[in-house]
């Protein structure tokens, strides 16, 4: 009789401890899998990067012999007996996860920020389901809460949230109505290797996860190419509410945002090193520090979709005693995303970099010139 297979995540270091600056380093992932076959036992399969080299009609195959599977996240572990075959989704880009490795989901959480034409999708996801075909998911509107009845009546086999905010008591219920993938360390802090494998490996498809994950840097790397000015630059990720702009918003190396930034070739600011020992996403810093953000080559930010509006911004905290001693604000290095599908993109998911990531790192270029 087989036991379960185990995956463990493993980022080189614990999630937590990724505050260190990244680099050009790209996250080390690794994943333990023991499987069995009604042939033979199967040996332990490679590790991550060994896994890369596989094609994606390999790992379709095999997906059969992935199950079951025992997955561990924050709340514990996921045992996942058998391939799923509906997939629901919850939170921001787990949905995407499918799409890209050519799975529709029986129903995913709609879109209520950065959607352009109000349907509920943003262009890349409704890109790869034209391109799908099949049943249109079911949008589950999770804008006060978690929609557990709408979610179980899609009657999902797996629900996939490797990277979400689920509270344990979110956790608990869902699990109810079907096996629930969360988020292996912090909430809202999942990196895009790592949401791409756990919700992947639920899935039985790491070797197509491997393959997707060396395509996304390939797009990214190229990108940067056509960017040079970009290279070593030390761009923050912030927030300034301009009724109160005592304290600045820092996103730190635990945010996907600004840990996609560290992943792939942008430098580490004094600032987020500073915030080292943060256990949060996102932290205030005191405006009286200004010196803190001196390094800083790109602030980035979001605004609003009114150029005239960013000008004003840009404008009163160039004329703030504390803000205005920020080079990065003083020259006007700053860049205002909006509240559209660019600004959406920022937040990397599998679908997006791809659409966007060469018209967000033209916008990165622009606001040093």
């Known amino acids: ?9 493993n980022t080189g270091v614990s999630m937590t401890a990724r505050r260190i600056g990244a680099g050009l380093a790209v996250a080390a992932l690794s994943i ?11 040996e332990a399969t490679p590790s991550g990067e060994e896994q890369s080299t596989s094609s994606a009609s390999e790992g379709s195959e095999s997906s059969n012999d992935a199950f079951p599977v025992t997955i561990d996240h924050a709340f514990g572990e996921t045992v996942i007996e058998e391939e799923p075959e509906r997939v629901a989704t919850i939170a921001w ?16 959480e709609k879109v209520t920020w950065g959607d352009d034409d109000n349907n509920g999708m943003l262009p890349w996801v409704e890109e790869a389901l034209a391109e799908l075909g099949g049943e249109e998911p079911v949008l589950f509107d999770a804008t006060d809460s978690i929609p557990f009845d709408s979610i179980a009546a899609t009657e999902p086999d797996v629900i996939l949230a490797a990277y979400s905010g689920l509270t344990e008591e979110d956790y608990e219920m869902l699990s109810q109505i079907a096996p629930t993938v969360a988020y292996p360390d912090l909430a809202w802090g999942t990196r895009l290797e790592d949401t791409i494998l756990l919700n992947a490996t639920a899935l039985g498809k790491v070797d197509e996860a491997n393959a997707l994950i060396d395509e996304l840097h390939a797009t990214i790397e190229e990108a940067l190419n056509e960017h040079e000015s970009l290279e070593g630059t030390k761009p923050v990720f912030a927030f300034i509410d301009n009724s109160d702009m005592s304290k600045i918003g820092v996103y730190t190396e635990l945010d996907p945002r600004q840990g996609f930034l560290l992943d792939n070739g942008f430098g580490t600011a004094k600032i987020l090193e500073e915030q080292a020992d943060a256990e949060t996403f996102y932290v205030e810093v005191s405006a009286e ?21 960013n000008q004003a911004s840009l404008e009163a905290w160039q004329a703030d005693p504390l803000l205005s001693r920020i080079p990065a604000i003083a020259n006007g290095n700053v860049v205002f995303l909006g509240n559209g599908p660019i600004a959406a993109a920022a937040n990397s998911s599998p679908l997006s970099v791809a659409w966007g990531i060469d018209e967000y790192f033209g916008l990165l270029e622009d606001a040093l010139n």
């Open 93 to 108: 880009n787990n949905h995407e996860v499918p799409l890209a490795l050519g799975a529709v989901p029986v129903g995913m």
């Open 32 to 42: 333990g899998l023991s499987a069995c076959s009604s042939d033979d036992d199967n």
């Open 1 to 9: 009789m087989c036991a379960p297979a185990d995956i463990t995540l």
């Open 289 to 309: 520090n200004p010196e803190a953000f001196d390094d800083v080559d790109i602030l980035i930010t979001y605004g609003s979709d009114d150029d005239a509006e």
